[in-house]
Each structure stands twice: as C-alpha cells, then as structure tokens.
C-alpha cells in the first residue's frame, strides 16, 4: 500500500506568490515524522522541513511551512514568496517510529516558478 | 562535516554486464539507506542496514542485486546482471540515529545508463 500520496505531478506559481503541495501518508503508527525535500535539476536531495507527529505545532523553516492537520493525515508544504530558484521536485517522506524507521517516499511535485 | 560520498558519478554499462555502487556514509551514522529513483519518480528504498545488518530489503530484486555494508562504515551496491530497467539514479543516505527529528543526509548519487 502507498505510504505517502503525492497527487499534484506539476504545479505552476509566480514568483512572489505562495504555493500549496499536497501530500497525504498512511500509517498506523502513533509516532512518526514527516519530511519534505527539495530535488533541483542537479539532483541532490536538500531537506527542507520536519514534523513529528506528536508535535503540536506546525513546522516553520523560513519561506517553509508545514499545514499538518492530523485527522486527515496530510502534511502540506506551504512555500511563501516563491523564488525562480524553487523551481525543483518536492517529495514528501515519511519515517514511522517503530522497528527501523524506514524512510519512505511519494511520487513528487514538480513546481515551477515563473518570472 | 564531511557529507554523504558517493562513486561513480555516472556508470554507462551494457545489458548483462555487471556494476558496482560505493558509497561512504558521514561518520557516526549507524542508518544506511539505498534508494534507486527511476527519472520523474520518487525514490523507491531498495535496502537498509542498521550498522552493518540488512533491516529491510524487501524492495530489493535479490535475483541481480545485492548489498553489503561491512564493518558498519562503507557500503557497496551491486547488479548482476543489468537489465535496461536498472537505470536510475542510484541514492545513498545516512541518518545518525533514532531521533525522530533527524533527517536523513543524501549523498549525489550514481547515474546509471543501462544499453
């Protein structure tokens, strides 16, 4: 079974406007973590992002926000002011808290800002 | 701090032959992680060793591919034989440890061209 969805293969922005991507994860396990990644054209993976799901805010890192809403189990990353540089995929993750923590991924966004 | 290493940068091989992936994980991290990310995919977890025993690898096709992480430190990933569906980029990532909050380090990855 799919762990983490994914649905928005590409979405579009302008530059200096906010941007919503969507990710919905599956998981039985009262403890995990949600991470969101950026991946340029270049190919590294930069985290960007986390929330535990015990946390009872949502996640700020800069131009990053986290909209964690728990009881639908959706975790979606909010980028205000977008930059040309944000043109990238985006793939949220997902680590459960038991056993290994195996970290698993969704499909990606692929967003791009334009001028 | 040094990142995650990774070589070769880029493999061309032709079907059937044989190849091998090194990675080199930052110090200290006892999570190591293999992903295979296939163009315009999410990367999919092949394996993961906890030090240097297999945790999961219930993704990994062990018919061509295996995997090893001795003395808990370096890893190597192998295929034998390639197909044409073995290219991909081929990730490597660490984590230090069991705290939900850590994220995972990804190294740049092995481009391979399967003809």
């Known amino acids: 079974a799919q762990k983490i969805t994914q649905t928005q293969p590409g979405m579009f922005v302008q530059e200096k406007e906010a941007v919503t991507l969507d990710c919905t994860y599956d998981?039985?396990?009262?403890?995990?973590?949600l991470f969101w990644y950026k991946q340029p054209s270049s190919g590294e993976m930069i985290f960007l992002i986390y929330q535990g799901s015990y946390d009872q805010q949502n996640a700020t890192e800069g131009r990053y926000s986290l909209n964690f809403q728990k009881a639908r189990k959706s975790a979606n990353l909010v980028i205000s002011a977008s930059q040309l540089g944000d043109s990238a995929m985006y793939f949220c993750?997902?680590?459960?808290?038991?056993?290994?923590?195996?970290?698993?991924f969704g499909t990606g966004t692929r967003l791009l800002v334009s001028p | 701090e040094a990142g995650v290493a990774q070589s070769p940068r880029y493999k061309i091989i032709e079907k059937r032959q044989s190849v091998a992936f090194w990675c080199n994980p930052i110090s200290g991290h006892a999570t190591l992680y293999w992903y295979q990310q296939i163009l315009g995919q999410g990367p999919k977890l092949l394996i993961q060793?906890?030090?240097?025993?297999?945790?999961?690898d219930s993704q990994l096709p062990k018919d061509r591919f295996s995997a090893e992480r001795l003395k808990g430190v370096d890893s190597t990933l192998k295929i034998q034989p390639a197909k044409l569906e073995d290219s991909a980029v081929y990730l490597c990532a660490s984590l230090s440890g069991r705290p939900m909050n850590t994220e995972a380090f990804f190294g740049q990855g092995t481009r391979l061209t399967v003809v």
């Open positions: 993750a997902m680590r459960e808290g038991t056993g290994f923590q195996k970290l698993v």
């Open positions: 060793f906890q030090n240097n025993g297999v945790v999961d």
């Open positions: 998981t039985s396990d009262p403890s995990y973590g």
